[in-house]
């Protein structure tokens, strides 16, 4: 169980801080105690084993406190994006069946939200600064000890099964509705340990994370940390890189936790030499592809951290991972699949492609969705066997070539390739090549109509603003590089792309 490995932790690192957090810091003694009098307060309330428990929280310690008591209370957490639009909330809420959120009071406004879209709600929980009440909610904060039960010894709830859910993990909805991921103590458990064996995490790390608890890559930061000891440094995001990068320096980071934007950032960034980031010794990149040009850059520019390009999916946290050794040698690949897991790139008819062959990746093994909450259609399409009688697999609906050393390399999601002319283009391998033009930041690649291929490519592109560029120079540097019906037809220039929480291009809102 999950918080069976945070309690191990807790116990050989009990004075050493546990979590950093918007000014506040909190080592392993208190975190377990404070973890297990909100566990105490919540089964006071009633809450029972299998009861979905909503956090609508920022990153924060009273995040890290919720976490870790939700699943000591035998509960399943549901982290929420706390900026999250009500429209875009009301949907998960209603979803989830939420008994009981746990929020704070800045977000107390959203409280009648909650109880309009919630029929099911049993109460609230509010982190406050004082405690007592907010809109007649049970408030609560570090120092109101005096209202709550005693929790006694920590022991587990009754009926505690390493197959129970521990969290309900939504999707970002770059590809369509959001949909709850079923992830048990047995997934989650299997996925840390796998992801630790080639990360090679130590209790003397100390983890920096701007990524969202609500998106698997964020909250897994915080779970690898805490089930090792370390310390977890959680960062509301990385809106003002500046006051991150002094944070990261100040708190002596060893391991970043980032997405594309954050590195195509950092590959431009003026004055990076100015902040003392020598403590670095591992970059983790993941949730969108990171670009070849923009990964060189930031290698070149942090020498003494090895940078891991990694794929996975919420559906399985991880399938694989490209070792720093190999980078130079396989640039561009996302490495080999995960030791423990079986993977293969198959064809429409379920056999395996061969080397150099595009397909669809399928895994199996201990870290795969039990399937999406409510949803037994798309769980059994999502979750289908290769071939009649066999085994399931989990079907990513992402393109891939394998060579023949076993590296993998992403193409695409089916539903992202274009069809121009009656060939088809990958957005990826379009997007590469635009980045790697000089003053491009970040690029994405979409379909739009045309009267004689059906489809051309268009693209969007950020500059970093250092190079006043044209569409023309676009247009030209893609000619030059790239087969005629894989050049923008259409080149558009924007300030920021829309993204997901978890750092994920929001395409369908570009087309």
């Known amino acids: 169980m999950l918080h069976q490995l945070f309690r191990a932790a807790a116990c050989l690192h009990s004075g050493k801080t546990a979590v950093v957090a918007h000014g506040r810091r909190l080592d392993y003694q208190a975190l377990v105690h404070e973890a297990a009098r909100l566990a105490a307060l919540l089964r006071a309330r009633g809450a029972q084993p299998g009861d979905r428990v909503g956090m609508l929280l920022a990153n924060s310690a009273e995040a890290a406190v919720t976490v870790w008591a939700v699943l000591e209370a035998g509960c399943v957490l549901v982290p929420l994006h706390a900026a999250s639009r009500k429209d875009a909330l009301q949907p998960v809420l209603r979803d989830a069946e939420l008994r009981w959120v746990v929020s704070a009071g800045e977000l107390s406004a959203s409280f009648a939200m909650l109880r309009e879209a919630l029929p099911t709600l049993t109460g ?25 039960p005693a929790p006694g010894a920590l022991r587990l709830p009754p009926g505690d099964d390493p197959e129970a859910l ?38 003397s790390d100390v983890l920096y994370s701007p990524l969202p608890l609500s998106s698997s890559y964020g909250l897994y930061q915080l779970i690898l940390g805490l089930s090792l000891g370390a310390t977890v440094v959680l960062d509301r995001s990385f809106a003002f890189p500046v006051r991150s990068l002094e944070l990261l320096a100040r708190e002596r980071a060893t391991v970043l936790a980032g997405v594309p934007t ?9 004055g990076l030499q100015a902040h003392d980031l ?59 699949g995960m030791p423990f897991q079986e993977h293969l790139v198959v064809d429409e008819t379920g056999a395996p492609v061969p ?30 066997p290769l071939v009649a009688g066999g085994e399931s697999w989990l079907h990513t609906g992402d393109l891939f070539r394998i060579d023949a050393d076993g590296f993998l390399w992403f193409v695409g999601r089916q539903d992202d390739i274009l069809k121009v002319g009656g060939n088809k283009v990958s957005p990826r391998e379009v997007e590469e090549v635009l980045c790697q033009l000089e003053g491009v930041r970040e690029a994405a690649v979409i379909g739009m109509p045309d009267e004689a291929w059906g489809q051309a490519v268009k693209a969007y592109i950020v500059r970093d603003g250092t190079v006043q560029l044209t569409a023309a120079e676009v247009v030209r540097f893609c000619s030059a590089r790239l087969r005629g019906f894989m050049v923008p037809k259409a080149v558009m220039f924007i300030r920021d792309l829309p993204k997901t929480e978890s750092g994920k291009i929001k395409k369908r809102e570009l087309a």
């Open 124 to 148: 609230l929980i509010v982190w406050a600064p004082r405690g007592g009440t907010v809109d007649g909610q049970i408030a609560w904060n570090f120092d109101a000890s005096a209202a709550l």
């Open 166 to 203: 521990a969290t309900l993990i939504y999707t970002s909805g770059s590809t369509g509705e959001p949909k709850g991921v079923m992830l048990s103590h047995a997934n989650m458990c299997a996925a840390v340990r796998a992801v630790n064996a080639y990360l090679r995490l130590e209790s």
């Open 262 to 270: 954050m590195y195509a950032w950092l590959a431009a960034a003026p």
């Open 278 to 336: 020598s403590s670095l010794r591992i970059l983790t990149s993941a949730a969108a592809s990171l670009p070849l040009q923009h990964a060189r850059r930031v290698r070149e520019r942090l020498p003494q951290a090895r940078l891991f390009v990694m794929y996975g999916q919420t559906e399985c946290k991880r399938i694989s991972y490209l070792d720093p050794d190999d980078f130079e040698r396989k640039p561009g690949s996302v490495g080999r």
């Open 355 to 384: 080397a150099g062959g595009t397909g669809e990746l399928v895994v199996r093994g201990p870290h795969v969705t039990q399937g999406y909450w409510r949803r037994p259609e798309e769980s059994t399409y999502k979750l289908r």
